[in-house]
């Protein structure tokens, strides 16, 4: 019993809590009468807190993305799949795109890569989970996974990373489908699942009263950092989803003993259509 | 089971034109609901990991059909990969895409919605709208419409899947070649003999009840 805990310093898992342990489990409450984005973010910079991007890899030296503290990849060997560093930069565009929202939104962030495209159709899921599982390990704050997988065989294992990094503290955010398609990690409850909106403000944000699709952020028109140093412009959900990200980054650089469960507290608290958008 | 009875129906409707038909009218339509330049659907070729451009309206709507390349690379197989659909604009700007494009497929569009066909679990390939009209800012409302287009095309290319598997079923001297044969002849055969047929199929069914 909890008992034998107190006595010795091995952390037990904690199944039960004893009516006289409730005192030892004080969880400071610094919660506001009001939750507003003046609590959540203001003065944030993202500093301090890391982001993993799950993409198509970062375009190194890319003027609006700056330092990528890290490049991976996950390599695929015939059956053996294993996580190198990697200097091939970006593969489409798509990840240096996220990069850069995030960025935008949390200067001060610490960007990682993790690029996950590139071993081909065949091997894109178990390529996905290799990364995803990596990313976990490592304990980002937070992963950007503008993606997803319908293959059913994949689920169960990618569901039970998903509640894996919730209770690490890492924050999943997912773009959602805009088609009426069964694809995941979005669709889990442990992840913030993003669709995007028509406003063209970065912090625009709106908790959707009607999941799976709990949050939409900007990913409409939007100037996006690309190959080759520049810009284009894009829409997608796969762009709503570093807005949330970026968002994230700064409210857990200003509050870091934050979990996932608070955090998306935080994000619905602070949305637009919920009196948090002044 | 359900492959033996698209083999049939296949034997019987020789669908492969048929199916290319359907693909070529749904890369028309969509050219034609955005008023873009070309539109094409790219089929995935699972064994050899690969995108096959597999119908075409528009800019290289002549020589572009059969044109292979990776599974995973570029913005098409990104949208493949990750299933997610994607518009982009001002792609001249990437100066890599440019020369790929036109080393290619000899054009080079200024932008690009692409879509993935999804049927269930499958992903089956990509629908791509090349340069819809410049100065007219994109909406949601013309995403949700490409999604639903997607929709009907994956299930065009579902079939036109299923019935390449059921020809292969069928083909040469395969065990289900007979059934294909017998299909065939009794479509072509006079009233009397295909009516003799017929029973005959009907007294096998009930033996092998």
């Keep these: ?278 | 089971m359900s492959d033996l009875r698209a083999a049939v129906a296949a034997g019987v409707f020789g669908t492969d034109e048929a199916f290319r038909s359907l693909l070529q009218s749904t890369v028309e339509t969509a050219r034609a609901i955005f008023h873009a330049k070309a539109s094409s659907v790219f089929l995935l070729d699972e064994e050899a990991d690969e995108l096959v451009f597999e119908a075409v309206a528009g800019e290289g709507a002549d020589t572009l059909v059969g044109r292979r390349f990776p599974s995973s690379t570029g913005v098409a197989g990104w949208v493949l990969v990750t299933r997610q659909s994607l518009v982009v604009d001002d792609l001249t700007k990437d100066t890599r895409f440019s020369r790929d494009a036109a080393a290619s497929t000899g054009y080079v569009p200024r932008g690009l919605m692409a879509v993935p066909l999804l049927a269930e679990e499958k992903a089956l390939g990509v629908l791509e709208v090349l340069d819809r009209p410049a100065g007219i800012p994109f909406t949601l409302a013309e995403m949700d419409v490409l999604g639903l287009f997607a929709n009907q095309a994956a299930i065009a290319l579902d079939l036109l899947q299923r019935a390449r598997r059921a020809q292969a079923a069928l083909a040469g001297e395969g065990e289900l070649a007979a059934l294909s044969r017998f299909a065939a002849r009794l479509e072509d055969a006079p009233e009397e003999t295909r009516a003799a047929g017929l029973q005959l199929l009907a007294a096998l069914e009930q033996l092998l009840r």
């Design chain 1, 1 to 278: 019993m909890s008992v034998v805990a107190h006595e010795t310093d091995e952390e037990l898992p904690a199944w039960s809590l004893p009516a006289s342990a409730g005192e030892s489990i004080h969880l400071p409450s610094v919660w506001p009468e009001r939750v507003t984005r003046e609590w959540a973010l203001g003065g944030a910079t993202g500093a301090g807190v890391r982001v993993c991007v799950l993409d198509s890899g970062i375009e190194l030296d890319h003027p609006l993305i700056g330092e990528v503290q890290r490049s991976v990849a996950v390599v695929k060997e015939g059956d053996e799949i294993h996580v190198a560093d990697d200097d091939s930069g970006d593969l489409c565009g798509h990840g240096t795109a996220c990069a850069g929202i995030i960025r935008l939104l949390a200067p001060d962030c610490e960007l990682t890569s993790v690029r996950v495209l590139g071993a081909g159709y065949t091997g894109s899921a178990p390529v996905l989970l290799a990364g995803l599982e990596w990313a976990i390990e490592e304990g980002f704050d937070i992963i950007n996974m503008s993606l997803s997988t319908t293959k059913r065989q994949y689920v169960d294992r990618l569901h039970e990373l998903a509640d894996v990094a919730y209770f690490k503290r890492t924050m999943l955010i997912a773009s959602a489908h805009n088609m009426p398609v069964e694809s995941f990690p979005w669709r889990f409850a442990s992840v913030v699942s993003v669709g995007s909106h028509e406003s063209q403000d970065p912090f625009a944000l709106y908790a959707n009263p009607s999941p799976p699709v709990e949050f939409f952020a900007r990913g409409l028109n939007v100037d996006v950092a690309w190959l080759g140093g520049g810009t284009i412009n894009a829409t997608g959900n796969s762009f709503a989803t570093p807005h949330v990200a970026g968002f994230c980054a700064l409210v857990l650089s200003k509050h870091p003993e934050l979990t996932p469960f608070q955090l998306k507290s935080v994000l619905h608290l602070t949305a637009t259509n919920v009196g948090g958008g002044t």
